[in-house]
């Protein structure tokens, strides 16, 4: 008798961009892969089929007939998408353009021309760590727990000084990285692998804007920064022991 397969929901993914061409070979790719495929092609439509079908994951294009992209996200991030990751396609590939769509709520940014099959590969790995994210090691204690910082690791949820932090799901999984290894120095490289489940292909852009993002938002100083440092030429390490940010418990 055969071993049965232990069965897993089919992941939706909704596909938004004005450029026919690159929709359907994202659909084919992804399509290839296993995943319920929903498409856009316009801002407006996309709200709504989102909100309809609460896809798992959104591959967004930046500039849209309509609506632009990031209107598009941020209006997605206030409903029902809150933590749904959020993956920006653009032909723009300028550091600035880059930091505004992840500052403004993109959990990835790919640049076109892009190859279909890193595309699903990036797409995978952001699934991944979202069913995992919620399921911290048993022996792990439920909140980390900083002077001044809490991590709440079951709930999802940052506290500084007792009051929330509003995180977008990519900075609460960085910040978890560093907490859980207080100390350690993380490689761009490997930090990038740890929270985004794919090589950076020495491009890290991301990665820095998120570190950026996560210290205006937990750093008493952001730009002397005590929780989150920089080892230069090096990476980042979480340091609970600097100055006010002392471990407890």
Known sequence: MEDEEVSRPTAGILV????????????????REGFAVHTSDNGIDAIRI?????PDLIIL?????????????RTLRQGSCANVPILFLSCKSEDADIIYGLTEGGDDYVTKPFSPSQLVARVQAH??????????????QPVLNFSGLEIDLKRLE?????????????E?????????????????????????????MGDTRTLMVHVSNLRKKIEPD????????????????????????????
């Open 222 to 249: 952001p730009a002397n920064p005590v929780f989150i440092q920089t080892v230069r030429g090096f990476g980042y390490r979480f340091a609970p022991d600097s100055g006010c940010a002392r471990a407890e418990g």
């Open 16 to 31: 938004v961009d004005d450029e026919r061409e690159i929709t359907e070979l994202i659909r084919l790719y992804l399509e």
């Open 127 to 140: 699934l991944r760590r979202r069913r995992t994210r919620e399921r911290p090691p048993e022996d792990e």
């Open 172 to 200: 609460f999984e960085l910040l978890t990285v560093l907490a859980r290894q207080p100390n350690r120095v993380f490689p761009l490289d490997e930090l990038y692998r740890l929270v985004w489940h794919t090589d950076s």
């Open 158 to 170: 940052v506290r500084r000084g007792g009051e929330p932090v509003p995180l977008s799901v990519k």
């Open 61 to 73: 294009d930046v500039s849209l007939g309509g609506a632009d992209g990031i209107e598009v996200c």
């Open 50 to 54: 989102a909100e309809t079908v609460s």
